[in-house]
């Protein structure tokens, strides 16, 4: 069945999640409006929409040591208050996350904190590339947008793929633990140490 941006919008008003969650959860349920609100609930997609914007000056700083000491993490997580930030799934949530960075090496939180000359440098790579490979000048920078998405998809600690659960991104990770704790959370910054870099 055809995913029309009708149904997207009626899901978006209904839950409060993210367009490109309301149009993947429709397309993972076929379409059905009421499977597709339970699947974003089930994700805790569409209570923590409805949380953004909250203050988040509560928090802790999660530390996770990995390969016998050669690579440690300190990541610091926000929410809204400190019960939150004393629960298990909390305490829980932020060493997954500093886990995660250790294994996967991202180089920003989001997308507007990656170096913008980082970008360009990968943008030029790309576009060599394709001229490189005859590619028409009319498509090359489409091309070249899709293949920097991919990139930003690689780097950025919110787009990549959860390494415990590669269905999930950290951002709808943290999207469902925002949803079962019931308060906004934000994933604030973090440091990666490895001997030798």
């Known amino acids: 069945m055809g995913i029309t941006a009708k149904m997207v919008k009626e899901l978006r008003d209904g839950t409060g999640a993210g367009m490109m969650d309301c149009k993947k959860a429709l397309s993972e349920c076929d379409g059905d409006m009421e499977k597709a609100v339970e699947y974003l609930r089930k994700k805790g997609i569409a209570s923590a929409s409805k ?4 203050a988040t000056s509560e928090g802790v700083i999660g530390s996770y040591i990995h390969m016998g000491g050669k690579v440690g993490v300190l990541v610091e997580v926000a929410c809204e208050t400190d019960f939150v930030a004393r629960t298990d799934n909390f305490q829980e949530f932020v060493h997954n996350v500093a886990m995660h960075i250790a ?17 360009e440098k ?18 090359i920078d489409k091309i070249v947008e899709g293949k920097v998405d991919k990139y930003y998809s690689e780097i950025v600690l919110l787009e990549q793929k959860y ?34 870099n």
């Open 163 to 196: 390494v415990k659960d590669p269905d999930l991104t950290i951002e709808d990770y943290l999207k469902s633990i925002i949803g079962e704790l019931g308060e906004n959370m934000s994933i604030k910054r973090f440091t990666r140490y490895q001997i030798g």
């Open 103 to 119: 294994a996967a090496s991202p180089v920003a939180v989001s997308r507007d904190e990656v170096d913008p000359t980082l970008i």
């Open 122 to 139: 990968e943008k030029e790579i790309y576009r060599g590339q394709m001229k490189e490979q005859g590619k028409p000048d009319a498509i």
């Open 51 to 54: 949380k953004e914007g909250r």
